[in-house]
């Protein structure tokens, strides 16, 4: 896995994902935010991290029963003791969650072991134990039957589908209150600098609306004294 330097992710943590889905679509990249999945908690923070998979196939009832969980090397199990820290765990549920992906447990867990954040196209349990911990937690809605009875834990860090994006071990994740994005590792430094730079011209943007102006010539800056305005405002705010 490509590691993410301390500069990209601090650049990715000020950034949103709608900004980002700008940068990528503007390099053709239309598929990457992760569909119906959202925050469990209304006020955890911005998540960035490099992707460790889990991937979930449809459970076999006689290979699936409670006494997986004896053996160490289960998939699920070892996914949350082997993800890195600073990584996200990205789990391929099928985007079915009528059972859950994982617990307040193992997602505990996760979050003890410093790891950035969890993501599920499934459901977890607990979640409301989950929303608590302020840890970053992204799934589509709560679950509580076990996994066992719909999902088979299956490999770890692979490539996968999480809700309907697709998901390669190291690229970058980033969720926030809009949702889940996926970056392609080898643009991460490049999609982080640009959107740093987008969102301070956003933040500029936002401040001159608030005080009446139009958005013609403004946004996008097509008129040349946007731009002139725009640097003063940058010196004038240490942007």
């Known amino acids: 896995m490509t590691k993410l330097s301390d500069a990209t992710r601090n650049k990715l943590k000020s950034v949103s994902t709608a900004t980002v889905a700008t940068a990528l679509f503007k390099r053709g990249l239309r598929i990457q935010m992760i569909q119906d999945v959202h925050p469990l908690g209304p006020d955890q923070p911005t998540m960035v991290g490099e992707a460790f998979t889990l991937r979930y196939m449809p459970a076999r009832e006689d290979l699936n029963t409670i006494e997986v969980f004896r053996d160490r090397s289960h998939p699920q199990r070892k996914a949350v003791e082997d993800c890195p820290a600073g990584s996200v765990l ?3 549920s ?10 307040a447990i193992l997602v505990t867990r996760l979050m003890k072991r410093g790891v950035a954040g969890v993501v599920t196209d499934g459901g977890f349990r607990d979640s409301a134990e989950i929303a608590k ?3 970053p937690a992204f799934h589509h809605r709560p679950s509580a039957p076990t996994n066992l009875t719909l999902h088979q834990a299956i490999e770890i860090n692979v490539p996968i589908g999480c809700g309907d994006a697709p998901v390669f071990p190291g690229d970058v994740i980033l969720g926030d209150s809009d949702g889940v994005i996926v970056i392609p590792a080898h643009l991460a430094d490049e999609i982080a600098n640009e959107t740093f730079e987008m969102t301070a011209f956003e933040d500029f943007v936002t401040e001159e609306v608030g005080k009446g102006r139009g958005i013609f010539g403004l946004y996008p800056a097509t008129d040349p004294q946007t731009l002139t305005d725009f640097a003063a405002w940058r010196k004038a705010n240490g942007r």
Do not use: E, I, N
């Open 94 to 103: 099928r985007k079915d969650a009528r059972a859950a992906s994982a617990g």
């Open 133 to 135: 911990l302020g840890f």
């Open 90 to 92: 990205v789990m391929d």
